[in-house]
């Protein structure tokens, strides 16, 4: 345990942003307004602290959504040149959100009737929920053991798009199409898998008796938090927003799907044997963990341990981004089914739980992201051969469904929180508490007054809006620090949530 105990108090730079002090290294800068500071309790502070001062690490950014995790804040950046560290990541690995834009205008939509048939003719073909192929769909793609090996080795390949019929030129808008391994190739990845598939012992024994199955939930969205929602589109109402619009590819009034979701149980299993392989690591060499926090374990990079952790965390980011695209490929299918002539375009897929070699302060660093999202501006060269080179590329923040959500695009004062922002509005209650104090119906009307469909019989408490923080505080503290302006607005028309609470 760390033999300082810091004062956690935050010390105020200006209306949005503040100071935590750690007493041994420069100061944790935080992103909040004086409402959002108020939403940090103390565990979330210690949690930045323990990260600030845990070994090779040069800079932590306390985002407006941050909120207790495990090992490190979710909602905060942990940037090292020299380690690596899974609790930063999450056990989420490559928790993304991702938007399609559809040519077909709001009134389209208006009907509930349609709204309805539109959310059968998803959950068709996107099953929900936790379990093991979690809810059975009528018309799903079906994934054997090869393709999905390819799809975790391989990423969003030409290969791997041809065979799920997933339109190739959707990849040149993602953030990373696929992971190589830690020695920068595809093959490195295979051997790690092969590897761990064929070896039974704990921890990894779950991913050798788990693989088939979990290469079955590609094209699914999981439970928790994540959704698939049909929006509508409202671009801000000055020129600079209309021109970065166009370019992103959006359509002012029109209809677009934001989805969330991750690397599902794949992803799960490769990061909690991670884990539990460190902390015996850390026994074994006699080293106290970080804050006496066993989840803020690390690996220096360079060594056997590190590697295998890039791999693993390769391997899931690969199957994250199969999965959003074929989700999209899916839902494109369901709104043609229902509308036949409809077109759409995909806006962007971006990330908020990956660790990601990045140039910063003249150096290449591993920035961890651990419910932050990327943010970088226009001209920023990481962006150089991309199309959003002279924009910066979209960033997908959600809010909650009564709220809605939005699409920014980075400022050039990105660079004081290491090019990242929050990755939505982040918990103010837990899911216990939510569940114990929350009045489903109440929540249940909130929904139909502001006509949302969902195809939850009820929907889940712990997902409430009120669950979650102010949004516009949230929204408010970006900007106000000049970390991202907004471009768009997206209001929920139906929202698809953990089958397991779903309608029949």
């Known amino acids: 345990m760390t033999d300082y105990k810091p004062n956690l108090t935050l010390q105020t730079i200006n209306d949005t942003e503040a100071f935590l002090h750690t007493g041994k290294t420069p100061p944790i800068r935080v992103i909040g307004t004086e409402a959002i500071r108020g ?47 899974p609790g930063p990541v999450g056990v989420d690995i490559k928790c993304s959100m991702s938007l399609l834009q559809f040519d077909l205008e709001a009134d389209a939509i208006q009907d509930r009737t349609i709204r309805r048939t539109l959310i059968k003719a998803i959950c068709d073909r996107t099953p929900t929920g936790y379990g093991r192929y979690e809810r ?3 018309k799903p793609r079906h994934i054997d053991r090869s393709l999905g090996f390819k799809a975790v080795t391989t990423g969003a390949s030409p290969e791997v798009c041809e065979q799920l019929d997933i339109p190739f030129e959707w990849t040149a808008r993602c953030e990373d199409a696929f992971h190589l391994g830690h020695n920068g190739t595809s093959s490195a990845l295979a051997t790690r898998l092969n590897f761990l598939l064929g070896h039974a012992e704990s921890p990894r024994k779950s991913v050798v008796s ?12 999981g439970g928790g938090n994540h959704f698939g929602e049909c929006e509508i589109v409202h671009i801000a109402d000055n020129e600079q927003a209309r021109e970065t619009a166009k370019h992103f590819g959006l359509r002012d009034g029109c209809v677009a799907f934001l989805s969330h979701c991750g690397s599902r149980g794949f992803g799960n299993v490769l990061a909690t044997g991670q884990f539990k392989i460190l902390q015996r690591q850390f026994n074994d060499w006699g080293i106290p963990f970080p804050g006496d926090d066993k989840e ?82 226009a001209n920023h060269p990481s962006l150089v051969g991309t199309p959003f080179e002279k924009v910066g590329h979209p960033i997908l923040l959600p809010g909650n469904p009564r709220d809605g959500s939005v699409v920014m695009v980075a400022e050039a004062d990105a660079i004081k929180t290491c090019y990242s922002v929050n990755h939505g509005a982040g918990r103010q209650m837990s899911r216990s508490k939510a569940n114990k104090e929350l009045d489903q119906s109440s929540i249940n009307a909130e929904f139909d007054a502001d006509d949302i469909l969902t195809n939850c019989r009820n929907y889940p408490k ?38 397991d609470k779903a309608d029949d």
């Not at 036949?340 to 660790?355: G, L, Q, R």
């Not at 712990?462 to 997206?490: C, I, M, Q, W």
């Open 136 to 138: 059975k769909v009528s």
């Open 462 to 499: 712990d997902e409430a809006p009120a669950a979650y923080k102010d949004f516009r505080e949230v929204l408010k503290s970006v900007e106000g620090a000049g970390l991202a302006r907004a471009v768009a607005r997206l209001e929920a028309r139906f929202v698809i949530k953990d089958g």
């Open 210 to 221: 788990s693989f088939p199955e979990k290469m079955k939930q590609l094209g699914s969205y």
């Open 296 to 377: 803020l374990v690390y690996a220096p990079l360079g060594s056997p341990e590190a590697d295998d952790y890039l791999d693993d965390m390769a391997l899931g980011g690969n199957f994250a981004t199969v999965n959003h695209l074929l989700i999209n490929t899916l839902v494109y299918e369901a709104f043609q089914e229902v509308f036949p002539d409809v077109k759409a375009n995909f806006v962007y897929y971006i990330s908020h739980n990956i660790a990601r070699l990045e140039p910063l302060d003249g150096n290449m660093m591993w920035v961890h992201r651990k419910g932050a999202t990327r943010a970088f501006p």
């Open 39 to 85: 939403t940090f309790d103390k565990t979330t502070l210690q949690q930045a602290i323990n990260a600030r001062l845990a070994p090779g690490v040069k800079q932590v950014v306390l985002n407006p959504d941050a909120h207790v995790g495990f090992g490190a804040p979710i909602g905060c950046v942990m940037v090292s040149p020299t380690h690596i560290y």
